[in-house]
């Protein structure tokens, strides 16, 4: 079975920054493995890494393919990322986001427009798949970023906080999208503090457990 994996990493932020990992090891395999966890624990930094847009230190990140993390080919085709800030581009239309997204993983003219009709209808976007991304409602920009990150069929999918703001209903939506692109076997990483996706994973790996909550949190913790 493929795996995506991080062996004995370390990183921080600065050079005297305390590390955020310092020689800790992770493995997922197909399936969705919700990360949970304090704010600043280092959820969203282990899929940046994963993701190949921050380099660790030391250690070392295996990616199903064996393509390494920075490689194009991996980034472009075989991951997909969901920033917490959406991302989209502002004074494109929704359709042309995720046709852009599309295009850039090399997918054929055909192919991506089926698939952009597919998640535009999917996720309920279709009366505003001809508006400008910066004219959506939060929850429009969200569901926006979350059928672009889909658009590609990703071995590799990397989502931080999909579900956060969106109603019941919505997150029942995407939780349906989710289950969907599992059943394609992908591995996927879902970060979130949102307790209606406890359900949803095959595992989980609550941060808590192994690194220290911050001074702050200590007293409620």
Not at 8 to 14: E, G, M, Q
Not at 124 to 153: E, Y
Request: a neutral charge; hydrophobic letters at 40%.
């Amino acid at each position: 079975m493929k795996t995506l994996s991080c062996e004995d990493i370390t990183f921080s932020y600065a050079r005297k920054a305390p590390p955020v990992f310092d020689g800790q090891s992770f493995s997922f395999n197909q399936g969705i493995n919700l990360l949970k966890g304090y704010s600043g624990c280092g959820k969203t930094t282990l899929l940046k890494i994963f993701a190949g847009y921050l380099k660790p230190e030391s250690g070392r990140v295996v990616t199903p393919s064996g393509h390494k993390p920075t490689a194009p080919e991996y980034q472009r085709k075989e991951m997909s990322f969901l920033f917490q800030q959406f991302n989209l581009l502002p004074l494109a239309t929704v359709n042309r986001n995720l046709e852009l997204a599309g295009e850039l993983a090399g997918m054929g003219r055909a192919e991506v427009a089926e698939k952009t009709r597919y998640w535009i209808e999917k996720l309920g976007l279709a009366p505003v798949a001809h508006h400008k991304a910066k004219n959506l409602s939060g929850g429009q920009q969200q569901r926006a970023a979350i059928a672009r990150t889909l658009i590609k069929d990703a071995q590799v999918l990397l989502l931080d906080e999909p579900t956060s703001g969106l109603d019941d209903l919505n997150t029942r939506l995407i939780v349906q999208a989710l289950q969907e692109m599992i059943d394609r076997e992908c591995i996927c990483l879902v970060c979130t503090h949102d307790q209606r996706l406890e359900n949803l994973p095959h595992e989980v790996v609550d941060f808590n457990r192994f690194l220290p909550v911050e001074g702050h949190l200590l007293a409620l913790a």
